[in-house]
């Protein structure tokens, strides 16, 4: 990783002077090390991910679930949240960034572009940097400690294996639900049906991508902790989100309000709606 990268940094060094925009030599350190940065957390992932694992393709899936599947199945669930539920504030909106920066912001590949973008952020870079450096630690363990490979299956620990089923499952399920929802009259029991429709369809695709075949077996023990989730999932789903949207702060405790809608953005209006306005909504 270093050497390509100092060869890539001595010709940038001497090709400087014959570019048509400038690029000072404190340009390319600054370069130099962001970049050793961010290849060395992915490096550090992809070697530990590579030892849960007995398959390349499994392992190129597993680095890219790592990395975007936290954003996602937040996202997802932010946006199942705002078409059930009202107050849901999803866009960043003055003086706070919003329910989905929670995560975004906190997501390595967007992290890092945002960085190289808006300047670094140290505490951070320092805390993925440990991770990295904890991560090949683990990986030099692991590799010191096995014995032997077990080809039979896609992953060397059917635990791992189990989670991943389930937060994919899930996220599937609010993907397709959301789909087939945005079609469908907004009915309770459309919604039931969607989301029901999108875990089953989703644990079948899933377990083809993991198993590496289109003559999947059905495991009980996955299929019962991926329905357990599921029904845990919407259990913590209803009960955090209704105190989110039923939570009302003191009065002394508002300094201004702000009313956000479809309609306002859309618009430009700063003036109320009759919903928006109303002392029951």
Not at 135 to 147: D, M, Q
Request: cysteine-free; glycine content about 8%; hydrophobic content about 55%.
């Amino acid at each position: 990783i270093i050497v390509p990268l100092a060869v890539t940094a001595l010709i940038l060094f001497f090709e400087r002077y014959f570019l048509a925009f400038e690029i000072t030599f404190i340009q390319i350190v600054e370069w130099f090390f962001y970049t050793l940065f961010v290849l060395f957390v992915v490096f550090g992932v992809a070697v530990f991910l590579g030892f849960l694992v007995n398959s390349i393709f499994v392992h190129m899936q597993l680095v890219i679930i790592v990395f975007f599947l936290p954003l996602v199945f937040w996202g997802l669930t932010v946006m199942v949240a705002d078409m059930l539920y009202d107050g849901i504030v999803t866009a960043p909106t003055t003086g706070g960034g919003g329910l989905l920066s929670v995560v975004t912001e906190n997501t390595f590949p967007i992290f890092a572009v945002q960085q190289a973008m808006e300047g670094l952020i140290l505490w951070k870079t320092i805390i993925w940097s440990l991770l990295a450096v904890i991560l090949i630690v683990f990986s030099y363990v692991i590799y010191n400690r096995s014995r032997n490979e077990d080809i039979h299956h896609t992953f060397t620990n059917t635990w791992v294996r189990d989670i991943l089923v389930a937060f994919i499952t899930i996220s599937g399920m609010l993907l397709l639900g959301l789909a087939i929802s945005f079609a469908l009259p907004r009915l309770t029991l459309v919604f039931i049906l969607s989301f029901i429709i999108g875990a089953v369809f989703s644990y079948i695709v899933q377990e083809m991508f993991f198993q590496g075949t289109a003559k999947i077996q059905f495991r009980r023990r996955s299929i019962v902790i991926t329905a357990v989730s599921i029904v845990l999932f919407w259990i913590l789903f209803v009960f955090g989100w209704q105190q989110y949207t039923s939570y009302v702060p003191e009065e002394g405790e508002v300094d201004s309000v702000s009313i956000n809608a479809h309609w306002a953005s859309m618009y430009g209006s700063g003036g109320g709606s009759s919903d928006g306005m109303s002392e029951d909504y």
